[in-house]
């Protein structure tokens, strides 16, 4: 009688739920009972005064006559807030600019600094550590008034968009940099052994893999590019905060403009940084599902032992 042999088929594992751990667990130990009691007394203490802080700010307010409703009365017109939102586009404008002009010289910093060609390299470290070095207001200043001295005169916008695409570029290369290096060799051994090129193995293996893992760091910094585009108002680049202060120089009312002004910055800057916060936690909270491996197909000497 001729006999068959039936594969095993193997039981699926199942994905464990993942555990609940702080956010932060990754860079230090999570906090045992105590640790999490202290935490939660910090964090109880910490509401309190900065609750206790708004109240006296309130209170100080009220009596210098600074929530009189008659003060914050043209805040309630749609005319004052036009006016404001398009400085808030002069404000995207810029910053979209300064992204994609400093992210694409951001790349090519980061993989002039991981590169096999030492001169290339130390002119990449040489460029980045300047511009880190330079504050952002002196290098608005040279185009203020040191280039047009050479007769060299660039549109209002590109003053202040030059000078922040130099300095963000650095920033942004740095993070760049950081997600390569956070990556094993063997992503790149492996994709040369397939007969890629290094340039190959760069864009198609290394570059998305990078990108992927830095994601949260380039919104965050996203973040800090639009607070920097507040600079503008030195070259009188129409921008939130230099219409904020035409408008409070023309209405006679600091205090309730630069809080409307706060607001517009507090919604714009808190929807980043809520996408940067949900970038970080999503691909924790996938479980990692073990993968089911196929059963192996009979070998033609064990079919012939079960004859």
């Given amino acids: 009688m001729t006999g068959q042999l039936i594969p095993d088929r193997p039981t699926p594992l199942r994905a464990k739920r993942p555990r609940r751990t702080y956010a932060a667990a990754f860079m230090y130990d999570e906090p045992g009972p105590v640790g999490r009691r202290r935490i939660l007394v910090g964090s109880i203490v910490s509401v309190v005064a900065i609750a206790a802080v708004v109240g006296y700010g309130l209170w100080q307010f009220g009596s210098h006559g600074q929530l009189d409703p008659a003060r914050w009365a043209p805040f309630t017109e749609w005319p004052i807030w036009q006016y404001l939102l398009v400085g808030l586009l002069g404000t995207l404008e810029a910053a979209a600019i300064v992204a994609v002009l400093g992210g694409l010289l951001g790349v090519l910093l980061a993989l002039g600094r991981v590169s096999s060609v030492r001169p290339v390299r130390w002119l990449c ?4 550590e300047i511009t880190r070095t330079v504050p952002v207001l002196l290098m608005i200043y040279l185009m203020l008034f040191g280039l047009p001295q050479l007769g060299i005169n660039l549109p209002t916008l590109w003053k202040l968009v030059v000078p922040l695409t130099i300095a963000n570029s650095a920033v942004f290369a740095e993070i760049v940099r950081a997600g390569i290096l956070s990556l094993p060799r063997g992503q790149r051994e492996a994709a040369l052994s397939l007969g890629m090129r290094p340039v190959q193995a760069m864009r198609h ?9 830095v994601t949260p760091s380039l919104v965050t910094q996203l973040v800090s590019l639009l607070k920097d585009t507040s600079l503008g108002y030195i070259v009188a680049f129409t921008e939130l905060l230099y219409r904020g202060q035409v408008l409070a120089s023309y209405l006679h009312l600091l205090i309730p403009t630069y809080v409307a002004v706060t607001v ?3 919604v714009v800057n808190g929807s980043l940084s809520a996408l940067a916060s949900r970038l970080q936690r999503g691909p924790r909270r996938r479980p990692s ?3 089911v491996l196929p059963a192996l197909p009979a ?3 064990q079919e012939e032992s079960h004859v």
């Fill in 299 to 301: 070998t033609p000497h």
């Fill in 264 to 266: 517009i910055y507090l």
């Fill in 205 to 213: 293996v290394v570059l998305p893999q990078a990108f992927r893992n």
């Fill in 289 to 291: 599902a073990q993968p």
């Fill in 125 to 128: 470290g040489l460029y980045i």
